[in-house]
């Protein structure tokens, strides 16, 4: 089973999804988004590729904040998936929602906030911050996760392409 994780969409009203993250997408079974959408027609897009959970981030309007949890756990596949966006610094953000989580038997850990992706194993559990698919002033990578639950879990960062980015996707 594949699971496309997004995080830091950030979509201002009228905005578009890239076209090059449904791409990404293309074929999961599923769709966690870990926060700062900003609108819930994000939501709604990406419905179209796959069936869509979802957690607030910072970022979020109140809105939004009302419609969606701060965390949230996901069992799939008898395995137990810990959804949350972070805050604070970057470092190690990871271990501190880890500590969150303490207690779930979690076998992966998805967030956002800091739109650094990485993957990688802390204490057994696969931990996954896809980045952010949009165009932005930092000019960090812009990325999408995916989450493998096969006969292991481990995680995988897609980089998408740098020429796109915003403008000429779907909404």
Do not use: Y
């Not at 419905?47 to 904040?65: F, I, K, L, S």
Request: a negative charge.
């Amino acid at each position: 089973m594949r699971i496309g994780v997004v995080s830091d969409t950030h979509l201002k009203d009228g905005g578009l999804l890239p076209a090059d993250l449904f791409d990404a997408l293309a074929g999961v079974q599923g769709i966690v988004h870990c926060g700062d959408i900003t609108d819930l027609s994000v939501l709604k897009a990406l419905e179209r590729v796959a069936p869509v959970d979802a957690v607030q981030g910072n970022a979020d309007p109140p809105g939004t904040r009302r419609a969606l949890p701060g965390e949230r756990l996901i069992r799939l596949s008898g395995l137990v998936i810990g959804v949350a966006h972070g805050s604070g610094a970057a470092a190690g953000l990871a271990e501190r929602l880890l500590k969150q989580f303490r207690g779930e038997g979690l076998d992966a850990l998805l967030f956002g906030h800091s739109h650094r992706a990485e993957t990688r194993t802390v204490d057994g559990v696969v931990v996954l911050n896809p980045g952010c698919p949009m165009a932005n002033a930092s000019g960090r990578e812009r990325t999408v996760g995916i989450l493998h639950l096969e006969d292991d879990v481990r995680g995988e960062i897609i980089r998408l392409d740098s020429s796109s980015g915003g403008g000429r996707g779907r909404g």
